[in-house]
C-alpha cells in the first residue's frame, strides 16, 4: 500500500458520510414541521367545528379544490353515474 492510501480511501467516505448526515438532519427538520403544520390544520378543524362547521364537508372541498377541473368533473359523473345505478339519484 502507498503511503496516504488510506487518507484517499476515507476521503470520499468522510465526504458522502457528510453528505448523507446534511440530507438526514434536513429531513428530520423538515418532518418535524410538517408534524407541527399536521397540528396547525387539526386546531384549524377543531376552530371550524367549535364553530359550527362540517369538517367532513371542508375536508371534501379541499379536496376537490385540489383536483384538476377536468379530475374533478370526471370524479363528479362516475359518482353521478353511481348513484343512478343504485337508486341513489
Do not use: N, W
Amino acid at each position: 500500500m502507498r503511503p496516504g492510501a488510506d487518507a484517499e480511501a476515507s476521503g470520499p467516505q468522510t465526504v458522502a458520510a457528510g453528505q448523507l448526515r446534511a440530507f438526514i438532519e434536513r429531513i428530520e427538520r423538515l418532518e418535524e414541521e410538517k408534524s407541527t403544520i399536521a397540528d396547525d390544520i387539526k386546531e384549524v378543524f377543531a376552530e371550524a367545528k367549535g364553530t359550527g362547521f362540517d369538517t367532513k364537508a371542508m375536508r371534501a372541498i379541499i379536496r376537490l379544490r385540489k383536483m384538476d377541473p377536468a379530475e374533478r368533473q370526471e370524479a363528479e359523473a362516475m359518482l353521478d353515474l353511481y348513484m343512478a345505478a343504485l337508486g341513489m339519484a
